[in-house]
């Protein structure tokens, strides 16, 4: 880390000090001094006190093309001097623009697309038309989901510490999912594991529901659950079941989109698959608000009532948008990210073998997950994450957290990362695990 301003010390701390008397106590930032970014190029970032970090963490994986990328950037300044606002009442040629490469880079056929201001609001648009489709309020989620912030979206959440009401209009029933360390069925081979959970889901369809269930939601890699990856063709072998009660699949793929597992470009196509859905979020507009949901014509067009978005898909977001898109694809991305994923897990293999505390690294492409436990057993340890997280920081390499515990270290930085910044990165990160247990 680059110490470039000693004499600003204390901006954080006086920051700090007025965000908490102004918003709630439980938005809490990391850090037992929280930072504040101030700017960033590229991969890098400088906080209000002159230091600077490399973003392994991108503002929970939407910096997906990199900060300040100049095309991203020039795109969103001509169309805020042009009309920034004008809404669905209006034809956009910016949110039409978007409309087409959305669809087509969707995989999903006859394809139509709602675009909302957030990830949550995707997943309630989902669920809408797919009750609505189906005339059934009865959904299948995975357990150690993370769906959204929402009544509904906390309804088909699986994580206490995220659910702050049990109020919902739904009626969801929990599935085994891909979260294998801790699953009753860890200990099977892949295929064995995959029957295992599709007996589970048989069981829940059997015993749980009236039969008419309107979908089952599931995010391909686990974002908040930890990066909990199931074996490919997991979904597949599931899907097959939903298929036979014609029960829609909604491929939640806020965190996973857009090439962000390098292998694929959505997460579902590890599963031999194409959703009846799918929703996105977060990298779409690489910190524009912005997000949606792509459905079959058939499903979208089920709304049965006029829907509208304020914000949903306006001019600016639009162009800033589609200029991110079409830079991801011009300097392909997703292949960046299968490479450089590949670099950091190999480079940091050494050091996750050598930790008792580490129970495993996981995850797929720039997605990239380190569950901690306590040596010995499976007990989560989370302090030894809070540690790694503040030593890593020390160390210039911000990364984030998350896990059913707040035991799993979470990796994920821009797509657009090179080869000598995931260097850096994980010589920061084996120092701050070896500082963590040594
Ligand atoms: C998989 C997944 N779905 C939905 C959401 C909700 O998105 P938002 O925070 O934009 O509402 C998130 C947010 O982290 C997410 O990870």
């Known amino acids: 880390m680059e110490n470039l301003a000693s004499t600003t010390s204390g901006v954080h701390a006086d920051l700090h000090q007025r965000a908490q008397a102004v918003m709630p106590s439980w938005l809490k930032p990391f850090y037992d001094e929280p930072i504040a970014i101030d700017r960033g190029e590229g991969t890098r970032v400088w906080d209000l006190e002159g230091n600077?970090?490399?973003?392994?963490?991108?503002?929970?994986?939407?910096?997906?093309?990199?900060?300040?990328?100049?095309?991203?950037?020039?795109?969103?300044?001509?169309?805020?001097?042009?009309?920034?606002?004008?809404?669905?009442?209006?034809?956009?040629e910016p949110l039409i623009k978007l409309s087409e490469m959305v669809t087509r880079l969707s995989g999903i056929p006859d394809a139509r697309v709602f675009f909302t201001p957030s990830g949550s609001e995707a997943n309630e648009a989902a669920l809408m038309l797919a009750t609505l489709y189906r005339k059934s309020n009865e959904i299948l989620a995975i357990r150690n989901s993370y769906h959204g912030r929402t009544f509904a979206t906390i309804g088909i959440t699986s994580h206490k510490s995220w659910s702050p009401s049990s109020l919902h209009g739904l009626q969801v029933h929990f599935v085994q999912g891909g979260y294998r360390l801790r699953s009753p069925f860890k200990a099977l081979p892949d295929d064995d594991y995959t029957q295992a959970c599709l007996q589970d889901l048989t069981d829940v369809l059997d015993m749980m529901t009236s039969g008419d269930v309107a979908a089952m939601i599931a995010e391909p890699i686990q974002g908040v659950g930890g990066f909990a990856t199931p074996p490919d063709g997991f979904f597949g072998a599931l899907k097959k079941e939903l298929d036979n009660h014609g029960i829609l699949f909604i491929s939640d793929e806020v965190q996973t989109g857009w090439g962000r597992t390098g292998d694929h470009f959505w997460g579902y196509e590890a599963h031999g698959i194409v959703p009846d859905m799918l929703t996105f979020a977060k990298g779409v507009g690489n910190g524009l608000a912005l997000a949606g949901v792509v459905a079959r014509a058939e499903v979208m067009d089920a709304m049965t009532a006029t829907h509208f978005s304020t914000f949903g898909g306006n001019p600016l977001n639009s162009a800033g948008a589609h200029a991110n898109l079409q830079y991801l694809l011009d300097n392909d991305l997703q292949a960046n990210a299968k490479a450089r994923g590949e670099q950091f897990r190999a480079g940091l293999q050494p050091t996750v073998d050598a930790n008792a505390g580490i129970a495993e690294m996981r995850g797929r492409g720039l997605m990239i997950g380190i569950e901690l436990?306590?040596?010995?057993?499976?007990?989560?340890?989370?302090?030894?994450?809070?540690?790694?997280?503040?030593?890593?920081?020390?160390?210039?390499?911000?990364?984030?957290?998350?896990?059913?515990?707040?035991?799993?270290?979470?990796?994920?930085?821009?797509?657009?990362?090179?080869?000598?910044?995931?260097?850096?990165?994980?010589?920061?990160l084996k120092s701050a695990i070896e500082a963590t247990y040594n």
């Open 373 to 428: 436990v306590e040596p010995g057993g499976l007990t989560p340890d989370p302090s030894a994450a809070m540690s790694i997280l503040q030593k890593a920081k020390d160390h210039g390499i911000l990364i984030g957290k998350g896990g059913l515990y707040g035991n799993v270290l979470r990796i994920a930085p821009p797509l657009s990362v090179s080869a000598d910044e995931i260097d850096t990165a994980v010589d920061a």
């Open 52 to 92: 600077s970090y490399l973003d392994f963490f991108g503002g929970v994986l939407t910096t997906m093309c990199g900060h300040s990328v100049p095309e991203v950037v020039e795109a969103i300044q001509e169309q805020a001097a042009k009309v920034m606002h004008t809404s669905t009442l209006y034809l956009s």
